[in-house]
């Protein structure tokens, strides 16, 4: 690309930019991948539920949300990504502080959900890293 970076195609191959506000190329990450399986014998689905940290919303790649996708029977889990979870502090910048980046998904076979887990994320300052979750339903 013009910038030394790549280029970013059309369907017909030419050029047709970049993903940022001004045409430029953005990278934004995505990092930690979390996965849970679960049988839900009430609909008779297999579900495989996925989640990772996530800049995709901040062109300058600082502000990280936890996305998740989730497939059931066999489908492409990734054709209806979601957030999460939302609320005080989400998205936080990464780079604020120091950060832990855990996160795990774990399964209630009660109610047939996931949750996912996820701490040290350091969204309320360096000495501040605590543990969040959200259901998944």
Not at 26 to 40: K, Q
């Amino acid at each position: 690309g013009p910038t030394g970076g790549p280029d970013c195609y059309g369907p017909d191959g030419g050029i047709v930019g970049g993903n940022g506000a001004d045409g430029g190329i953005v990278v934004n990450d995505e990092w930690g991948p979390a996965m849970a399986y679960l049988y839900n014998p009430t609909t008779s689905s297999s579900e495989l539920t996925v989640t990772w940290y996530d800049t995709r919303g901040d062109q300058n790649n600082r502000n990280v949300a936890i996305q998740g996708a989730t497939g059931i029977n066999g489908a492409n889990p990734f054709n209806s990504m979601y957030t999460v979870a939302y609320g005080t502090g989400v998205p936080w910048d990464h780079t604020a502080a120091a950060w832990w980046d855990y996160q795990t998904l774990g399964v209630d076979l009660t109610n047939y959900t996931f949750l996912g887990a996820w701490g040290g994320d350091a969204r309320s300052g360096a000495s501040q890293a605590g543990i969040w979750s959200a259901r998944i339903q």
